[in-house]
């Protein structure tokens, strides 16, 4: 027989019902449930891993899952951990809210399909990463939306826009070439014209840029993989603008099932907290190495903004205002993908990589990777030659990397 004795020391047991001790399967399961309240705070925010929550009765639980009351519902819907990375990354964009979602392909799906139906036309800048290509020319189409492509600047996105245009997705910063968006001119267009425009702000991230602080910015995006998550141990995406367009992309999110996982969003979170210190020294490390490689007689051009040299290094200094120019290049090698190869067989401290955003340089070849979706002609229209290097620095020392680089270089 169990031992069902009242509990010893004058703690008050957990369960609603009083009288007879509980019994053993039943304490395990619910003497958990009140841990109570403590008066210290947490230096790490705490995070919450449930899937569901318990009611007081059934008024309560249709209250909340109907919006009438405050309260959680399922992970699907949020929790504490999510409630606090939205409001970190509401603030760093200077957004009104914020949502977060299982992936960075996540958040551009139910962003853009929280504005567009079919029939809607939508403008993709031509120059944009593989996976967001991919989406437009071969699921959007079976939605009945149509997607032109066109290069990031304001006359080509003027007349690229019609009277079905509901959207234009632009990048800040555009993978893998890092040409630099005209933002401003663009967001002029999409207000004199009545169109949300939509920017995805992963390569910059909220250390260097906030597009929202433009007008006529209607959303911006993020894969949280990335910089904002910042050590290649997390993927996630998120989503910020104003209040009521938030709310209808999070009800697309619930019903398409693409909300963040509660461990993921505290590993973003987590990361968050050094951002801006990552940043720092990303870019400047970065800086340093375009310098170093822009002299290398095995490379024929390098796309950095930041060199003085570069067609966008002015509108990459007043839209960024001195915070760094980033922490990704690209580098065309005079000698092709043959030269291409051997170059990254013989880094050391950088190494080819799948992604970028976290602690280690990482190195891929576009053309046969991150934007193998692209035709020959649309990558050529888009500046992707093959001999075109993405490079995303990490947070390796300057004086190790720079020199890795110029050593494999001289392989070539």
């Known amino acids: 027989m169990e031992d069902r004795t009242p509990a010893a020391g004058g703690q008050e047991p957990p369960l609603r019902g009083r009288g007879a001790r509980p019994g053993f399967a039943t304490r395990a399961i619910h003497e958990a449930e009140h841990a109570g309240q403590i008066a210290e705070q947490p230096v790490s925010p705490p995070i919450w891993l449930t899937s569901d929550y318990l009611y007081e009765g059934l008024d309560h639980y249709a209250d909340v899952i109907s919006g009438r009351r405050a309260g959680y519902v399922y992970g699907r819907y949020g929790n504490p951990t999510h409630v606090a990375l939205h409001n970190v990354l509401a603030s760093l964009e200077q957004a009104e809210a914020a949502w977060s979602f299982a992936s960075g392909m996540a958040a551009v799906h139910t962003s853009l ?18 996976g967001s290509y991919s989406l437009f020319t071969t699921v959007f189409p079976r939605y009945g ?53 939509v920017v995805d702000n992963t390569v910059a991230s909220p250390y260097l840029l906030r597009p929202l602080e433009l007008p006529g910015v209607t959303l911006v995006l993020h894969s949280t993989s990335k910089y904002i998550g910042g050590h290649s141990d997390v993927i996630g ?50 800086l340093l190495l375009a310098e170093a490689l822009s002299s290398s007689p ?31 290049l690209s580098l065309e090698l005079v000698e092709g993908f043959a030269a291409a190869a051997r170059a990254c067989e013989a880094l050391r401290v950088a190494r080819v990589g799948s992604s970028f955003g976290g602690l280690h ?29 993405r490079v995303a620095v990490g947070g390796e020392d300057a004086d190790d990397l720079v020199p890795d680089f110029i050593q494999a270089l001289e392989k070539t």
């Open 298 to 328: 095995a490379v024929k051009t390098v796309g950095y903004c930041g060199l003085p040299g570069h067609e966008d290094h002015g509108r990459a200094s007043e839209l960024f205002r001195g915070r760094g120019y980033g922490a990704m």
């Open 361 to 389: 340089t990482q190195v891929c070849h576009p053309a046969t990777t991150s934007h193998r979706q692209l035709p020959p002609e649309e990558r050529s229209a888009a500046g992707i030659g093959d001999g075109l290097l």
């Open 145 to 197: 939306i149509e997607v032109t492509f066109a290069d990031a600047e304001s006359d080509a996105v003027a007349a690229a826009i019609c009277p079905s245009t509901r959207v234009v997705l632009i990048e800040t910063l555009a993978n893998p070439t890092f040409r630099v968006a005209d933002l401003p001119g663009i967001a002029s267009v999409c207000v004199d014209r009545g169109v949300a425009l």
């Open 113 to 130: 399909t929280s504005l567009l139906a079919a029939g809607d036309h939508m403008v993709a800048q031509r120059t944009l990463y593989g």
């Open 237 to 286: 995406g998120v989503v910020a603008g104003d209040r009521s367009r938030i709310e209808g992309i999070r009800r697309f999110a619930l019903d398409q099932g693409a909300t963040a996982g509660s461990f993921e969003a505290w590993l973003t979170l987590r990361g968050i907290q050094t951002l801006s210190m990552r940043m720092a020294r990303q870019c400047e490390t970065a």
